[in-house]
């Protein structure tokens, strides 16, 4: 006869709470409706996505960015918090936008906070979180609008039209690298010129919406691939009356590709990571009993065509015609 085993209280209490952990694991992703423009989107490259953005939200199949967000929430509340405590004047958190644009152009958005120091106004201040590869690389407000990262590009329309809204000339980024919680302040001046196009273009929308017809599709491309209203945008080339093939060798070569492509975009990544990193040491090293790492400084020369003055350059100048093939799902 085996003898009988005992549960102890803390062993059910424990097993009782473990489910209920695993069950509450998963991020809730709440929808709200869109009602309006976002101040957050303006700068996005295609006009076509703030249209479904509005008129079909409910559709949107948003991809499962688990935390992301919240970890941005909480680093930037730890900023703002640490700020305060040496003696920088935070204020107007979440402060939104005025009813000339919010009502006018059916723009919604609200400005992170007004930093200051002493007895100076403080200043619009917007905080933006990011992992530590496209933080070295943002140092500039060019470098926003010239990142290849084409939501890094969307960053400035939305300081932009609270420096409007405000009627301010000047603001802040504040960029925080999420991996250290090192940050800098980057000055951005306002734009009358782009503000301007982004107040028009949320009045294309807005005419847009009213109508129920969206705007031009843009060039297929990577906003397409990440897109997430291309299941009811990309359709649409169904019905452009295009000609139908079959070539099962290039069918076979694009699902093969397609499944590669998420792998070989990783490891463009990885490379320029790994290559950044060891640029920081500056010379050959010896990494674990694995690698060992070369640095090598080449010298060349390169044609720097913007030094070239335009009526210059402008003579030499000659019509090109090139073949761009883009390869569109369609979900089949």
Not at 131 to 142: F, P
Not at 252 to 270: F, G, H, I
Not at 301 to 314: G, Q, V, Y
Request: glycine share 6%; proline share 5%.
């Amino acid at each position: 006869m085996s003898p009988a085993v005992t549960v102890s209280e803390g062993q059910k209490r424990l097993e009782a709470l473990l489910p209920v952990l695993e069950e509450n694991r998963a991020f809730k992703n709440v929808r709200y409706p869109v009602r309006s423009n976002w101040a957050s989107k303006m700068g996005h490259p295609c006009e076509r996505h703030l249209y479904h953005l509005r008129h079909d939200w409910e559709q949107a199949e948003e991809k499962d960015w688990k935390g992301i967000g919240i970890l941005g929430n909480i680093v930037a509340d730890w900023w703002v918090r640490e700020m305060s405590s040496r003696g920088f004047n935070i204020i107007h958190q979440q402060l939104a936008l005025k009813d000339e644009i919010a009502k006018k152009y059916q723009i919604g958005g609200r400005i992170d906070c007004r930093i200051g120091w002493g007895n100076q106004k403080p200043m619009l201040a917007e905080i933006k979180s990011m992992n530590e590869r496209y933080y070295e690389q943002i140092n500039t407000y060019e470098d926003f609008m010239e990142s290849k990262a084409e939501w890094i590009r969307t960053y400035p329309a939305q300081l932009q039209l609270y420096l409007l809204s405000e009627n301010e000339e000047a603001g802040l980024f504040i960029l925080i690298n999420k991996t250290t919680l090192e940050w800098k302040a980057i000055p951005v001046y306002l734009d009358y010129g782009y503000t301007e196009w982004l107040l028009q273009r949320a009045e294309r929308v807005n005419k847009a919406n009213e109508k129920g017809i969206p705007p031009e599709r843009i060039p297929y491309g990577k906003t397409c691939q990440n897109c997430p209203f291309a299941h009811i945008c990309l359709p649409d080339i169904m019905r452009e009356g295009l000609d139908m093939i079959d070539n099962e060798h290039l069918s076979a070569v694009l699902k093969e590709r397609a499944k590669l492509e998420e792998v070989a975009e990783r490891y463009v990544e990885l490379d320029k990571e790994a290559k950044d990193t060891a640029k920081r040491v500056g010379k050959d090293f010896i990494l674990g009993e694995d690698w060992k790492v070369e640095i090598k400084k080449v010298q060349g020369s390169r044609l720097d065509t913007k030094a070239i003055p335009p009526e210059i350059r402008m003579k030499y100048e000659v019509p090109t015609e090139t073949v761009r093939v883009s390869f569109v799902p369609l979900g089949g």
